[in-house]
């Protein structure tokens, strides 16, 4: 295959053989400046960033997430914690503002971007000084990837954690994804209020919703199943990486859609849903399906294995991303992803991130070793930065 689209990989090898790709016009975007007002913890700061990687080293609850969510915040619009953007403010003030400079690699192209909001107000949210019209415009401008420990909730728990892997993903490279989303689940709410009323509701409006949420969710599907189907390989390649390939695991889509036409599988049962009272069939039941040996990774991983499967479905996230249109790296954020993992496996995941194919880090610890293991790795630009109540010093 041979493309010469922005963003789209050339790829190199025999039949057969796993395939090297390289990405020829890839953008790198790095966030040069951060000013945090009132966030959470944090009262006052005004950061300066590598482009390549930055390190905050800090004891637990000392503000280092919360530098890591401001940084989330200027990509998705709102904080990863929750969407009650009066949450993130700094107790006892008013106001909370986050303001980012981002260039890319030619050093003369500038982002501006700007969040804000008053206690009782709307939020404002700004690229290069001029408010967006609506928020999902900005998604995808400033790719992003965070890995967390909370990650373990997309195996330990429900389906919904697993299809906000998949949509926070696509809506990042698909613009009219979030739109899907949004007129799905607009029918998908009307539905359920008819289900829910005590008399018999009106079958031609049922009808009207049904046929609404049939229409958008094939489409949905249809999305999220050629991105499983493009993304797997490289999960699976990663995973392979830093085991050493000592497990086999697998990943695999599970949809209604893939029962038939989506309408009829909804109008099937309507006589169940209008018993419960909500909707039983369609795509907001989707989920992926996450096994190690043939087993349920919920059941049967190890704590090491368990988190070895989230970082590289994280890791995959990143490369898929690379590899879309908008041919943007992503920025990669590094949550104190080394505890419960072993020696062998930690190596494994800093030489994976050391790599040129990444554009900038930011890592957080309350270990300095492996900070320094990380840094020791390669001859590139670093800031490490130590964290205390929610202030910032170079070291």
């Not at 010469?4 to 395939?19: D, F, K, R, T, Y």
């Not at 007002?37 to 005004?46: F, T």
């Not at 993903?169 to 009219?176: A, C, G, K, L, P």
Request: negative net charge; contains cysteine; aromatic residues 10%.
């Amino acid at each position: 295959m041979l493309s010469l689209h922005p963003g789209e990989p050339i790829s190199v090898g025999s039949p057969g053989e796993a395939a090297a790709f390289v990405y020829p016009f890839q953008n790198r975007m790095f966030l040069r400046q951060l000013s945090i007002l009132n966030y959470k913890n944090i009262s006052d700061a005004s950061l300066g960033f590598s482009s390549k990687i930055n390190c905050f080293i800090g004891d637990n609850g000392e503000g280092k997430t919360n530098l890591l969510d401001a940084v989330y915040f200027l990509s998705f619009c709102h904080s990863m914690s929750s969407n009650i953007d009066s949450l993130s403010m700094r107790h006892d003030t008013d106001f909370f503002m986050l303001q980012g400079q981002y260039v890319q690699d030619d050093g003369e192209t500038v982002e501006e971007i700007y969040a804000g909001m008053k206690r009782g107000a709307k939020k404002q949210f700004k690229r290069n000084k001029k408010a967006y019209k609506k928020l999902s415009e900005h998604i995808g401008l400033i790719p992003l990837i965070i890995v967390s420990p909370d990650d373990v909730t997309l195996i330990a728990g429900g389906g919904e954690e697993r299809r906000k892997l998949l949509d926070m993903v696509i809506s990042q490279y698909d613009n009219t994804y979030i739109d899907l989303l949004n007129r799905y689940n607009k029918a998908l709410q009307q539905r359920n209020a008819l289900l829910k009323m005590e008399e018999e509701p009106d079958a031609m409006l049922l009808t009207l919703w049904e046929e609404e949420m049939a229409d958008n969710g094939e489409k949905i599907f249809q999305k999220r199943n050629d991105f499983v189907n493009r993304f797997v390989p490289v999960f699976n390649e990663i995973y392979n990486k830093i085991s050493g390939e000592k497990e086999q695991v697998s990943l695999r889509y599970i949809s209604h859609c893939q029962r038939g036409r989506l309408l009829d599988v909804i109008q099937h049962d309507r006589h169940k849903d209008r018993a419960v009272g909500y909707s039983l069939h369609g795509v907001h039941r989707d989920d992926l399906e996450m096994l190690i040996g043939g087993y349920p990774m919920k059941r049967e991983g190890s704590q090491g294995q368990t988190k070895t499967y989230v970082i590289s479905l994280k890791l995959a996230q990143f490369d898929f991303l690379r590899q879309t249109i908008s041919a943007t790296t992503p920025l990669l954020l590094l949550d104190d992803i080394f505890d419960k993992l072993d020696a062998q496996r930690v190596e494994k995941i800093v030489n994976i991130v050391s790599g040129e194919q990444f554009g900038q880090i930011f890592i957080t610890d309350t270990n300095r070793e492996h900070l320094d293991n990380i840094l020791s790795k390669g001859n590139f630009d670093y800031k490490l930065f130590h964290v205390s109540s929610g202030n910032f010093t170079v070291d």
